[in-house]
T-cell receptor, first 120, second 114 residues
Framework: EAGVTQFPSHSVIEKGQTVTLRCDPISGHDNLYWYRRVMGKEIKFLLHFVKESKQDESGMPNNRFLAERTGGTYSTLKVQPAELEDSGVYFC??????????????????FGPGTRLTVL | AQSVTQLGSHVSVSEGALVLLRCNYSSSVPPYLFWYVQYPNQGLQLLLKYTTGATLVKGINGFEAEFKKSETSFHLTKPSAHMSDAAEYFCAVNFFGGNEKLTFGTGTRLTIIP
């Protein structure tokens, strides 16, 4: 079974440019998460899709970030325009859905290799 | 607010020595706890997890962790370090269960001294 894949593995762009990151979750996983690690800091949650719907986007830093998951399959994360502070590693994770969701259950998130974004 | 703390951003141990990586969390309700490892140029891999039941959990590559509710800790240990253990280790917590997000610690980079 293929794992979570991310493309590209590395991206170097100039400040002000646009970059689009892609994540392909494990087949059949309804939950898809984006996380980011800025250098030296912790891995931080950005947002969570359930199928094509945004379940939680409380971690999105600002409106320069746009995430989509058309058709509930792969997801893209667009940064436009990119700023220096956007540099970091962007991780995608996926998990099966849990029924019923709540404190008595948990999911296991499977992570992709990450995309290292450098904004110059 | 819920948080995860990993003490020591860098830890060095000699090959064959005990590995101890610390993780504490803040929550009034026992959460779900995970340790992930990132080897150079690779993604995050799940080492082990605590959900319910036995508080001492065993993971891959000889690692284990013990959930101590009274100390709100989930420290990771390995009796004898191997050169291949050199990596970055992340403690992560699902505070709310279900499909909720993970909250991570800042990570600990483990170096093994030959």
């Amino acid at each position: 079974e293929a794992g979570v894949t991310q493309f590209p593995s590395h991206s170097v762009i100039e400040k002000g440019q646009t970059v689009t990151l892609r994540c392909d979750p494990i087949s059949g996983h309804d939950n898809l998460y984006w996380y980011r690690r800025v250098m030296g800091k912790e891995i931080k949650f950005l947002l969570h899709f359930v199928k094509e719907s945004k379940q939680d986007e409380s971690g999105m830093p600002n409106n320069r970030f746009l995430a989509e998951r058309t058709g509930g399959t792969y997801s893209t994360l667009k940064v436009q325009p990119a700023e220096l502070e956007d540099s970091g590693v962007y991780f995608c994770a996926s998990s099966q859905d849990i029924y019923p969701s709540g404190r008595l259950s948990y999911n296991e998130q499977f992570f992709g290799p990450g995309t290292r974004l450098t904004v110059l | 607010a819920q948080s995860v703390t990993q003490l020591g951003s860098h830890v060095s141990v000699s090959e064959g020595a005990l590995v101890l990586l610390r993780c504490n969390y803040s929550s009034s309700v026992p959460p779900y706890l995970f340790w992930y490892v990132q080897y150079p140029n690779q993604g995050l891999q799940l080492l082990l997890k605590y959900t319910t039941g036995a508080t001492l959990v065993k993971g891959i590559n000889g690692f284990e962790a013990e959930f101590k509710k009274s100390e709100t800790s989930f420290h990771l240990t390995k009796p004898s370090a191997h050169m291949s253990d050199a990596a970055e280790y992340f403690c992560a917590v699902n505070f709310f269960g279900g499909n909720e997000k993970l909250t991570f610690g800042t990570g600990t980079r483990l170096t093994i001294i030959p």
